[in-house]
């Protein structure tokens, strides 16, 4: 079974903190991709990775950046939290390279961290 | 900017009515995949369609794939309480090259 693992279920952090978030998978996927799910507003997509120290904006980049030194790991992370980033955050992994056909590899997704900024 | 809207939003039924959840996509995509999300659970997913007009069947679900590859549909029959959950559509858009989720529509099924 593939399985995508992230860090935390839950995090609370004030305001200003460097924030981490870490996901892990191990099907040895080359995509990798960071979303925020918020009521309403669906799934929505942060960052995404085809390659290892490779990254490429989603949707809603802003006041976010990402790491990914090894395939298997994907890091998102808020430079200075704040409190309109509290939200459930969502990692996933999919095979193949984004765009073209392997764009229809489905994504699995790791359990979420919800993420609470005071 | 680029958007995919599902309706409804939220959707009370019970059980044994059937539903259906509508995807619209503003730009055409290029394959559309649908995903379930039980309560505290994450997104799993469910199927993926690609050519127009296309509709598959997975036992109580009908999924299709509109002919101008802008919108999509998954209508369940007879629901059960275990259909709980969010359902999502997600699809790539050949154009701007993203990958691209729908807002959901929660289902809630009253025994």
């Known amino acids: 079974d593939v399985k995508v693992t992230q860090s935390s279920r839950y995090l609370v952090k004030r305001t200003g903190e460097k924030v981490f978030l870490e996901c892990v998978q191990d099907m040895d996927h080359e995509n990798m991709f960071w979303y925020r799910q918020d009521p309403g507003l669906g799934l929505r997509l942060i960052y995404f990775?085809?390659?290892?120290?490779?990254?490429e904006k989603g949707d809603i980049p802003e006041g976010y950046s990402v790491s990914r030194e090894k395939k298997e790991r994907f890091s998102l992370i808020l430079e200075s939290a704040s409190t309109n980033q509290t939200s459930m955050y969502l990692c996933a992994s999919s095979p193949g390279l984004a765009g073209g056909s392997s764009s229809y590899n489905e994504q699995f997704f790791g359990p979420g961290t919800r993420l609470t900024v005071l | 900017g680029q958007q995919v809207m599902q309706i409804p939003q939220y959707q009370h039924v019970q059980e044994g009515e059937d539903f259906t959840t509508y995807c619209n996509s503003s730009?055409?995509?290029?394959?559309i995949q649908w995903y379930k999300q039980r309560p505290g659970g994450h997104p799993v997913f469910l199927i993926q369609l690609v050519k127009s007009g296309e509709v598959k069947k997975q036992k109580r679900l009908t999924f299709q794939f509109g002919e101008a590859k802008k919108n999509s549909s998954l209508h369940i029959t007879a629901t059960q309480t275990t259909d709980v959950g969010t359902y999502f559509c997600?699809?790539?858009?050949?154009?701007?090259?993203?990958?691209?989720f729908g807002t959901g529509t929660r289902l809630k099924v009253l025994a």
């Open positions: 730009t055409t995509l290029s394959n």
């Open positions: 990775s085809y390659d290892v120290k490779m990254k």
């Open positions: 997600a699809g790539w858009s050949s154009g701007t090259y993203k990958y691209i």
